[in-house]
C-alpha cells in the first residue's frame, strides 16, 4: 500500500477513537527525512534523564484519572541548535497502557508562546473549558493511535506528534506538520520505551532560537481534562 495512503489510515483510526480532538486537517507530508542528526539516540528508557532535574516534576495531578489512563509525570527539556528533545515519564508506558487495554488517544499538548509576551498569540483556549490562559502561538500535539493495514487486515500501534500554529481559541489551524515513530522512518522524532516518550521537536519548526526564553503550557490529556491538568512553566533554551 503507498505510503501515502497508509499514513491517511493511521489518521483516520486515531481519529475515530480519539474523543476530544479537534483535528481539522490531514496533511501528513513527512517533514523530517532530510532532518539533522540528533544529538543523542533517543529510546525511552529514561536513563539519559535519571540524574537530571526535571523542568516539571508533575504534571498535572497524580494517578490514572477515570478511565485508568496514563499519568505523565516528570518532563525533561533540553536543546542543541537544530532541536528541542522531551522526554516525558509516562506511568505505566504507553505499550503496557496498550497491552492492558488497546486505544488510542491523545497523550499530551504543549503550547508554545514563542514571542513571550501574552498579547499576541490566542486569546483563550477552547479546552479545557473555563480556562483564560493566552499567548500561546503555537502547539505540539502528541498521539497514540493505530495504523489498520486493510490488505493484511493488522492493526500496529503508532506513535506521532503534530506541529499545528494556533488560533484564537488555541486550537491547530490548517499547518500542520507531522512526526511519526513507524517501521519505515529511520531517524523517528518521537519514540516510546519503558520509562516514557522521548521527542525531538525542530527549532525552526517551533520558531524558536537557542538561548530563548519562552513561556510553555503543558496539558496532560491522557486522563484529565480539566484545568488541573495544565501546567504553565517557562523554558529557557540554552545557546
Ligand atoms: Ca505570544
Redesign the pocket.
Known amino acids: 500500500m503507498a505510503e501515502y495512503a497508509r499514513l491517511i489510515l493511521a489518521i483516520t483510526a486515531a481519529f475515530l477513537v480519539v474523543s476530544g480532538c479537534h483535528y481539522k486537517n490531514s496533511n501528513t507530508e513527512r517533514k523530517n527525512a532530510q532532518a539533522p542528526v540528533l544529538s543523542f539516540h533517543m529510546d525511552g528508557s529514561g536513563d539519559r534523564w535519571a540524574n537530571k532535574t526535571p523542568l516539571i516534576a508533575e504534571v498535572g495531578l497524580t494517578g490514572r484519572g477515570d478511565f485508568n489512563g496514563i499519568d505523565i509525570k516528570r518532563f525533561h527539556f533540553e536543546n542543541d541548535h537544530h532541536y528541542l528533545y522531551v522526554f516525558m515519564e509516562c506511568e505505566p508506558s504507553l505499550e503496557d497502557a496498550y497491552n492492558e487495554k488497546p486505544s488510542s488517544g491523545a497523550v499530551a499538548k504543549l503550547l508554545f ?9 490566542c486569546k483563550s483556549l477552547l479546552q479545557p473549558q473555563g480556562n483564560n490562559e493566552q ?3 503555537v502547539g505540539v500535539f502528541i498521539q497514540y493511535g493505530q495504523i489498520i493495514n486493510l490488505v493484511s487486515q493488522t492493526v500496529k500501534r503508532d506513535l506521532f506528534y503534530n506541529i499545528e500554529n494556533l488560533n484564537e481559541e488555541g486550537e491547530g489551524i490548517y499547518s500542520r506538520d507531522e512526526f511519526r515513530s513507524d517501521e519505515w522512518d529511520n531517524n523517528p522524532l518521537i519514540v516510546t520505551g519503558k520509562a516514557g516518550v522521548e521527542m525531538a521537536i525542530p527549532l525552526d519548526r517551533l520558531g524558536v532560537k537557542p538561548g530563548q526564553t519562552v ?1 510553555l503550557l503543558v496539558f496532560e490529556q491522557s486522563h484529565w481534562y480539566d484545568k488541573r491538568a495544565l501546567v504553565p512553566v517557562m523554558l529557557t533554551l540554552s545557546k
Not at 113 to 121: E, L, M, R, S, Y
Open positions: 508562546d514563542v514571542d513571550n509576551n501574552p498579547a499576541t498569540g499567548g500561546y502561538e513561556r
